[in-house]
Structures are given as structure tokens and as C-alpha cells.
């Protein structure tokens, strides 16, 4: 049984992963307006993504004898300033993100919850690959600077990803 304190920390995470899926679908339907359609591919991939993240929270409080909250809908921004804007604020974003998973796992120490803090180490373990996946984009985008034609490779790039990860998605599904 879930702790009060532990229910509401949970709750609360449902939310940001809530929110983190609406920030990249907004990300992504902005890119595929700049005709960037691979960038768009793997941001809509990445908002699915975190919708996962989110159920699997969901499921995880309703087990346990909690109620997992769908939270209200909040507008992220609609425009951005450049595809390297764009993955320096999800960068920032997984920072924060990273930053209230440490602080939900140390709220499962104070309340001597193991359970809940062996399922949170999932979601360490995938804060740690977002961040690095993150900064490592971040770190092409400096690369190639105002190079259109660099642009346009790392478009392409952002497509194989997303179709690799939904491949991978699809096989995984298929082993269950
Ligand atoms: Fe679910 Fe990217 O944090």
C-alpha cells in the first residue's frame, strides 16, 4: 500500500511525464511545419514515448492501492526558435525530469518503501540514456551550425533513428 506522501510524489511525476509527452507533440507538429520530417518522426516517437512513461506510473499507483491521476492538459509553447532550440529545451527538460525521479526515489527512502523504489529504478536507468541521448544531439546541432546542407544530413538521421524505434517497439511488443 502506498503512503499518502509516496501516492502524491507518484501523482506528481504522472504529471510531468504527462506534460513531457505534450511538450514534444508540440515540438514535433511544430518541426514537420518546417518541413523537418525526420526531426518530426522522432519527436512524435519521443511524446509516445513519454505517454508510456506516464501509464506505466498509472498502472504502477492503481496496483499498489493508489489512484493514478490523468492530469489537465497544460499548452506548451507552439513555435520554436530552431531545431537546436528545440533539443537544448528538451535537454533542460530531462535535466528537471531526472532531477524530481532523484527526488521521488529519496521520498520512497524516507517512507522505507522498497517497492516503489525498485520500480523507480527503471526510471533512473532511462533518465540516464535520455540525457545522454539529448546532449549528444545538442552536440551534432553545434557541429553543424548555420551548414543547411548539414541540416538536412541530421534530418535524415533523426528519420533511420525513429524508424529504428519503432522497429525495435514493434519487436518487443511481438516477445510479450
Ligand atoms: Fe519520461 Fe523523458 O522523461
Known sequence: ML?????KALNKQIELEGFSSQYYLAMASWAETQ???????????????ERLHMLKLIKFVNERGGH???????????????????????????IKVTSDI???????????????HNFLQ????EQIE???????????????????GGLYFFDRDLETMAID????DIKSKNKK
Open 3 to 7: 503512503s499518502p506522501q509516496v501516492s
Open 35 to 49: 518541413g523537418l520530417n525526420g526531426v518530426s518522426a522522432f519527436l512524435y516517437h519521443h511524446a509516445d514515448e
Open 68 to 94: 493514478g491521476v490523468v492530469p489537465v492538459l497544460k499548452q506548451p509553447p507552439v513555435t520554436y526558435k530552431s531545431v537546436k532550440s528545440v533539443f537544448e529545451e528538451i535537454l533542460k527538460h530531462e
Open 102 to 116: 532523484n527526488g521521488l526515489v529519496d521520498a520512497t527512502l524516507k517512507e522505507k518503501d522498497y517497492t516503489t
Open 122 to 125: 527503471w526510471y533512473v536507468s
Open 130 to 148: 535520455e540525457e545522454a541521448l539529448a546532449r549528444q544531439i545538442v552536440d551534432k546541432l553545434k557541429l553543424i551550425g548555420d551548414d543547411k
Open 165 to 168: 524505434s519503432e522497429k525495435e
